[in-house]
């Protein structure tokens, strides 16, 4: 008999602990079914432990995912806090790669991203424990990242086209087609320097004119744009800003401001791929487009959207932000751009 087990024992407790035997003390029960607990009124149970039930239940990539972006950090979903959970990933010489994992509010979704790039060209093996749960899975890098085959100098003078309609509008992503019939002339973006320990990188943005042969060629009736120098330490990855660039569309500006590329030029040269780029347009002189006089013109039909325009750098309410990803530009043979 234990207190408790037996509520009208309880009742007895305060008055005659001395008296019940079931009130305090060890247990005095023999037999085959006694009762070994041998706990004392004053202890604590300080056994807190709970079964462990949290898994993994999605990832990205996926098994045997091909093309992974070295640079690109993966995704982990767990159906509970998991932060307790060990991850890793091993490339094919089974060399562990430097991770970052950073956990979301609810502690339930990782971003795994390499401290200092995947191995280009590589199976890489991710390794996930959690609880009783092992889970192992493999992804393959895509050749960008690998080293320069001529060094960082051999880049300057080259010149890439970038093709708005090629790229892909993660942002505003319910106006991605709107933009992309404004954003129809070609850049061309070309190195202009790189200092000679390469730990910094000069770019050159130009609009472009696209020939029937399917060539391009500077527009040398629009100024083009010297990005300030920028970090290129890490190359072949590159990541430039401009204050602002000016695109033309039938002959009306349409400034971005806060221009942002990045990059991974191709160990020969010949491309840079996994490309991303931002910045704020200014839609202010789209209207005569539309034949509206109203400089909100478009930033009323963006609110029907569900878009809100915000301020651009003079601080009127006429910009759209913009974000693509997945660009890849090639290299355009004998042009070099002036500037």
Same mark, same amino acid.
């Given at each position: ?15 005659? #602990? ?71 990933? #091993? ?15 609810? /502690? ?43 060094? #960082? ?10 093709? %708005? ?39 050159? #943005? ?30 072949? %990855? ?35 791929? /996994? ?14 487009? %539309? ?46 751009? /002036?500037?």
């Amino acid at each position: 008999m234990n207190c408790f087990r037996f509520g009208w024992t309880l009742l007895f407790c305060g008055a005659f #602990a001395l008296a019940l035997p079931g009130c305090g003390g060890k247990s005095t029960d023999t037999g085959e079914e006694a009762d070994t607990d041998t706990d004392t009124d004053a202890d604590t149970d300080t056994d807190t432990d709970t079964d462990c039930e949290t898994a993994l239940t999605s990832l990205e990539p996926t098994d045997g995912a091909a093309n992974w972006y070295w640079q690109e950090a993966l995704t982990l979903v767990f159906d509970g806090p998991a932060t307790d959970a060990a991850i890793a990933v #091993a490339d094919g010489e089974g060399t562990d790669i430097a991770l970052s994992v950073t956990w979301n509010k609810t /502690e339930e979704m990782a971003t795994v991203a390499p401290v200092d790039g995947f191995t280009p060209s590589s199976t890489h093996t991710l390794s996930v424990d959690i609880c009783t749960q092992s889970v192992s899975t493999e992804f393959a890098t895509s050749a960008y990242g690998s080293e320069l085959e001529e060094g #960082a100098a051999a880049l300057v003078g080259n010149t890439y086209s970038l093709e %708005f309609s090629d790229v892909t509008i993660t942002e505003p992503a319910t106006a991605g087609a709107l933009l992309k019939t404004f954003l129809t002339e070609p850049l061309l973006i070309g190195v202009a320097s790189v200092d000679i320990d390469a730990e910094t990188i000069e770019l050159v #943005a130009a609009q472009g004119i696209k020939l029937n042969s399917g060539s391009y060629e500077q527009d040398t009736d629009v100024e083009a744009w010297l990005f300030p120098a920028s970090d290129f330490s890490n190359n072949p %990855f590159f990541e430039s800003d401009a204050d602002q660039i000016e695109l033309t569309y039938t002959d009306i500006a349409i400034p971005v401001d806060g221009f942002h590329l990045e990059g991974t030029f191709a160990a020969d040269g010949s491309s840079f791929g /996994e490309g991303k780029l931002s910045g704020l347009v200014d839609t202010r002189y789209l209207h005569d487009l %539309f034949g509206s006089d109203k400089k909100t013109y478009v930033c009323d039909l963006g609110f029907n959207l569900g878009i809100e325009c915000e301020a651009c750098s003079d601080g009127e309410e006429y910009c759209i932000y913009l974000q693509a990803e997945d660009i890849l530009s090639e290299i355009v043979d004998g042009v070099t751009l /002036e500037y």
